[in-house]
């Protein structure tokens, strides 16, 4: 079965910083992109940031862009996300996701979340 499993999460204080991981299992973890997502209270699931096969590329929200980076270790079928300059706008549930093809735009597998919470 195809797991994907995130940690990192808490309360952190206004331009603080968190890493959160996603550990996946049941899959190749290398053939697949992996994303990152959130959705913040009373608001709709947005996109984060992805990361390509190998990591050949990256893409980021306007929000995260210059603040947050995308990276992913394929011996341990993870990927992270480095927040720093954490702002209360940020404050939601993150999940991350993987991608067989990229290229549509959709996602295959889902965790099941971690909760970023940002003080002001």
């Known amino acids: 079965q195809v797991q994907l499993v995130e940690s990192g999460g808490g309360l952190v204080q206004a331009g603080g910083s968190l890493r959160l991981s996603c550990a996946a299992s049941g899959l190749t973890f290398s053939s697949y992109a992996m994303g990152w997502f959130r959705q913040a209270p009373g608001e709709e699931r947005e996109f984060v940031a992805a990361?390509?096969?190998?990591?050949?590329?990256?893409k980021y929200a306007d929000s995260a862009k210059g603040r947050f980076t995308i990276s992913r270790d394929d011996a341990k079928s993870t990927v992270y996300l480095q927040m720093n300059s954490l702002k209360s706008e940020d404050t939601a549930v993150y999940y991350c996701?993987?991608?067989?093809?990229?290229?549509?735009?959709?996602?295959?597998?889902w965790g099941q979340g971690t909760q970023v919470t940002v003080s002001s």
């Open positions: 990361i390509t096969w190998l990591g050949r590329s990256t």
């Open positions: 996701a993987a991608s067989r093809d990229f290229s549509k735009g959709s996602y295959d597998y």
